[in-house]
């Protein structure tokens, strides 16, 4: 059981019988009256915001929540397929569990997978990953406007905007959390 004395960023409590994930708290202690804590939270589930506000001392039940490392191997119709790291069990994993973590998939990635009472309820991918560009217009010769971009597929399908000296055939470093450029990594 956890109380709101042990609220910290990142604690996973249980409320309505779902998992939820504290982005932000704050403890309140008024001139008059009991303390109180506000609290922000994310349904590790849904993706949901919640925020709420909790008398001090309550008690709030600890999810069956469990991460593991994991690769991914390759893509169903309907499903992407992952395998554990310490028993080689090959789990497949649906493309709504999976969410925007698709856009960033690459063959013997490794990811952390995220489960609730023994079923997958999201995948993590790092925040920074590497992708080859498939597709982006050649840059003009002479065309040299300080921070001028242009977009850019990658090999996942995703699309984000780079500057104009990258290529066809480059590597580039991508931030997860962002869908932004870092820098380039290799010339294609």
């Known amino acids: 059981m956890h109380s709101t004395s042990d609220f910290r960023k990142g ?19 008024p001139g008059k009256g009991n303390q109180f804590t506000r609290t922000k939270m994310r349904n590790l589930i849904s993706g949901s915001n919640l925020e709420r506000t909790f008398k001090s001392g309550e008690k709030f039940g600890v999810p069956d929540v469990e991460e593991k490392e994991m ?47 023994g079923r997958v309820i999201g995948v993590e991918v790092p925040n920074q990953v590497q992708l080859k560009v498939t597709q982006t217009e050649p840059g003009v010769k002479g065309d040299r406007v300080s921070g001028a971009t242009k977009p ?17 055939g480059d590597v580039l470093k991508v931030d997860t959390r962002t869908n932004e450029y870092l820098e380039r990594v290799s010339q294609g």
């Open 11 to 29: 604690l996973k409590l249980l409320i309505d019988n779902e998992p939820y994930v504290i982005t932000d708290f704050q403890h309140v202690k």
């Open 71 to 117: 690769s991914y191997l390759y893509r169903d119709d309907d499903s992407f397929n992952f395998m554990d790291q310490t028993s080689y069990e090959t789990i497949p994993v649906m493309e709504q569990e999976v969410g925007e973590a698709a856009l960033y998939l690459t063959e013997n990635m490794v990811v952390s997978i995220l489960f609730f009472n």
């Open 152 to 168: 850019a597929t990658l090999e996942t399908g995703l699309s984000v905007s780079v500057p104009l000296h990258i290529n066809e």
